[in-house]
Every structure is written in C-alpha cells, then in structure tokens.
C-alpha cells in the first residue's frame, strides 16, 4: 500500500489541528452564551415587572339586585351579594322576596282543580355561587339557594279559609352574568330546581288538603349593580 505511513501522518496532523480548532472556539462560544444571558435577564425582569404592574389586584365587590317579575304578582325582591378579594370566584348572598306563584306551580297532581293560590310570603335566601368563568363582559355561575319559605295557602272552592307552613329548600341554579362595565349595572339570569321539605304548619284548606311539591323549578332575571370597595 503505497503512501501508507504518509497518509496516517497527514490524518493525524488534520486530526489534531480539529481538535485544536474546537477547543480554541469553545471557550469564546460560552462566554458569548453567557453574555447573551446576562444582558437578557433585566429585559426579562423589566417585562414581568411592567406584566404585574399592567394586571389589577382584585378587589372585594358589593352588588345590589332585584328581581322584577316578582313586582308582576303583588310580590317584592332584593339581594345583596359580596365577592371577597381573598376568594374573588366565590360570591356570598342574602336575600328576601315575596311572590305568588303562577297556578302550574299548585295545579299538578292530587292538587288539580282544586284553585289554589300559593304563597310564598315572604323567603328569606342565603346563597353561595361559584364564577367558573368570567370574560370581559359576561360570566358563568354555578351555585346554591339555602331558602327558607313562610308559605300561605288559599282556595277559590274554600273562601275565607287558608292554611300557612314553612319550608325548607335548596336550589341549585346555574346563571349568566352579563356585565357592559367592570363596575356598574348588569343582568344575571338563571335557572335552577329547588328540592322542598316542610318543616312546620298545616297545609289543609278547609276540607282540601293541599299536597307541597318536593321538587319545583326556579328561575329568576335580575338586574344589578356592582361597586367596588
């Protein structure tokens, strides 16, 4: 093989003169890195400052609302919500109404033709409801009505005669919040299925026996105002 010795000679120079190159350009290549890295990390810091600084700590809200169809059967409404700043998702309510019920509300069942009027005069409601999601103007609600209900009674077959008792009941609803502003009026829609229990009184009309519901659907438009505090 002729040139044998020559060629490994020239092999191992081109070999050694790589190595060489490499280690000569890898010094220069980490410090670039790490100049690189350094000057990056204040922009970096900048950014998120100005990021954290660009984004609104949460604040606890006050709302105010009311129902209005109540007002459509001689009835009433008002709420009063707060969203506290530690939990800003979960909202806390009270509230108290009066309303008659429509008559497919009391004409089911073995209470059909009977003429009831029913009455819940007046509810008293604590609730607590869960924001899943919130956009810019609107929101999803997810939540539970703790009621309790002074119920009356009354029948066109049995006049003069009525009959009074108090339920207890949870309603679990779901709503949309739709809000124009941050701060300021919105509408909330919901709906929900209350599940009742009587608790206390009688609920016989005269010689009528009136049968409660156990389960009633509940639903609600209120209108609303949010303050910051």
Excluded: C
């Excluded at 809200?61 to 009063?80: I, K, Y």
């Excluded at 073995?110 to 029913?118: A, D, P, R, S």
């Excluded at 207890?168 to 919901?190: E, T």
């Amino acid at each position: 093989m002729r040139g044998g010795p020559s060629r490994q000679a020239g092999d191992a120079g081109n070999s050694s003169h790589m190595k060489t190159t490499h280690r000569s350009f890898h010094p220069l290549a980490v410090a670039l890195s790490a100049a690189l890295v350094v000057l990056a990390l204040p922009a970096a810091a900048q950014s998120a400052a100005e990021v954290k600084a660009e984004a609104p700590a949460e604040r606890t809200h006050l709302s105010l609302e009311l129902d209005p169809t109540p007002f459509f059967s001689q009835g009433w409404s008002a709420v009063v919500k707060v969203r506290p700043a530690p939990v800003h998702r979960l909202e806390l309510s009270l509230a108290a109404y009066a309303v008659t019920l429509p008559s497919f509300a009391t004409e089911s069942g073995e209470n059909q033709g009977k003429g009831f009027v029913l009455e819940n005069r007046p509810a008293f409601v604590l609730g607590t409801d869960y924001h899943v999601f919130e956009g810019e103007t609107w929101g999803v609600t997810g939540g539970v009505l703790w009621m309790l209900v002074f119920d009356r009674v009354t029948s066109s077959q049995a006049p003069g005669a009525h009959a009074e008792f108090t339920s207890l009941a949870a309603v679990p609803r779901i709503g949309v919040q739709w809000r124009p502003f941050r701060d300021g009026p919105y509408l909330y829609p919901w709906v929900g299925a209350g599940f009742y229990a009587k608790v206390a009184g009688t609920t016989d009309v005269g010689t009528l026996h009136y049968a409660p519901a156990a389960i009633q659907p509940g639903f609600g438009l209120h209108l609303g105002w949010r303050f910051a505090l």
